[in-house]
Structure formats: structure tokens, C-alpha cells
């Protein structure tokens, strides 16, 4: 299914049964968290790692105390801590989804390439809250969950998680590319999004109040907004 605009969009989206959903500016895009893209995870500065647990907690590590003096409010365990790392472009486990499929159409046109973007619906049998999820060494399957929105980015984008489990074993094996859409209690649905569309598609949503200001409610987003008046 391909969508052109916004209202041909929503009739599609009508079709489907979801809890969550996630725009992807490319379509071919693999639906994998941020760590699974790291190229070379045996080495990072000095230190030398063997398995995806050591990187994580390395990164993690790293992340909590080098940002202590940027936080106002210390994040309450590992996963809070893995949510805000995320919010700030650290590799983690997690792939960010949001409940609002207006906010993920957003991102499907966010980047106006040659390439059609997309829009992902996920359906799961059991999903939880944040505080709810198990300890990150305890995840074996894809376990979706809401967030407490900690910032004001979640809030506005209305966000939610997934996290996945690592890969075990030395010498980092690879994350499994279809792990999200082969795993059990969980159906995914996707739209395709024209890349020639995506202009006006944009367009459209701006005039319904969504855009970078309102997604990305800082200054930047401000700015991103306002310049966005002009053509490419």
C-alpha cells in the first residue's frame, strides 16, 4: 500500500489494528536499533570488547558519568538511563516508536530524498510500561513498551519503545535483520510513502499544527521549522 497524502494515508491507516507506530524516511531501511549499526564493536578508544553485553556496558557507563553534570534529574535505573542515552544519539538497544501515526508519517518525510519513505504499524499480544520491563541482561525477545516521558521531546512525540534482546556469544554475532518481524506475539503492518509526496505531505501536516517546532520543542526545532518555508 502506497500513501500520496495525508487523507489517503489515514484511510489506509484505518485498516490496521496497532499499538505503536514508526516512520523510516527509507523504505529499505532495516528495522534495527542503533547499536546493531555500529561497523566495528571490537574496539572503541583503548578498550578492546568481545561480546554486544561488554559494548553496551561500556556505552552506558561512559554515558552516565560524563553526563552527570548536564542531568538536572539522575534517571532511576539502567533503562532510564539507556532512554535518555538514546534521546541523545548513543547507541542502545532500543528502537523508538510513537503512539500518534501522524508523528511517525512526520518522520517518514522529515528527509525529502529521491527515496520513498515508510511508516511501520506494530501490533503486540503483550506490551508494558517502562517500569514494568525486566532488567536489560533479562531481555530475550522484543518487549515493547510506553515511557514514563522523562523529556519533553517524549512527550511530544507521544514516544514509546522497543528494546531488543543482544545477540550472545563471543566475536559478535550478527543482530538477525527480520528479528522484529519474525517474532512471536507481535504483527507488523507498514505504508509506503511516496517519495515524490513528500513535500506536500509535509505541507499538509504543518498546516495540521506538526512539524519541527512541535515534534523537537527546542530552539533548534524552532529554527528547522521556520527555514522549512523554504523550497529545496
Known amino acids: 500500500m502506497k500513501a500520496h497524502c495525508v487523507v489517503e494515508y489515514l484511510k489506509l491507516v ?23 549499526r555500529i561497523s566495528n564493536p571490537e574496539s572503541c578508544f583503548n578498550m578492546g ?3 554486544w553485553d561488554e559494548v553496551e556496558e561500556f556505552l552506558l557507563d561512559e554515558f552516565k558519568s560524563q553526563s552527570l553534570p548536564y542531568v538536572s534529574i539522575k534517571p532511576e535505573g539502567d533503562l532510564s538511563w539507556m532512554i535518555l542515552a538514546q534521546h541523545y544519539s548513543l547507541a542502545t538497544r532500543l528502537l523508538d516508536w510513537t503512539t500518534n501515526p501522524l508523528k511517525s508519517l512526520f518522520f ?14 506494530c501490533s503486540s499480544i503483550y506490551f ?4 514494568f520491563v525486566p532488567n536489560l541482561s533479562e531481555i530475550d525477545e522484543v518487549t515493547f513498551f510506553k515511557s514514563s ?8 512525540q507521544e514516544g514509546g519503545f522497543c ?16 528479528i522484529l518481524e519474525n517474532s512471536k506475539n507481535i504483527t507488523l503492518n507498514k505504508i509506503i510513502i511516496d517519495a515524490v509526496s513528500k513535500h506536500s505531505i509535509r ?8 512539524n519541527h517546532r512541535t515534534i523537537y520543542p527546542s530552539m533548534d526545532g524552532v529554527s528547522k521549522s521556520i527555514m522549512n518555508g523554504f523550497k529545496s
Request: hydrophobic letters at 40%; glycine letters at 6%.
Open 149 to 156: 516521558h522523562s523529556n519533553d521531546r517524549l512527550v511530544a
Open 49 to 51: 570488547f568481545c561480546t
Open 163 to 178: 528494546a531488543f534482546p543482544l545477540p550472545k556469544g563471543v566475536l559478535f554475532e550478527k543482530f538477525d535483520p527480520l
Open 108 to 121: 517518514a518525510v522529515e528527509n525529502m530524498d529521491s527515496n520513498d519513505g515508510v511508516v511501520y504499524f
Open 14 to 36: 484505518e485498516l490496521f489494528n496497532y499499538e505503536f507506530t514508526r516512520g523510516q524516511v527509507n523504505s529499505e531501511w532495516l528495522l534495527l536499533p542503533s547499536i546493531a
Open 128 to 131: 508494558t510500561s517502562e517500569k
Open 203 to 210: 505541507n499538509e501536516l504543518n498546516r495540521l499544527g506538526i
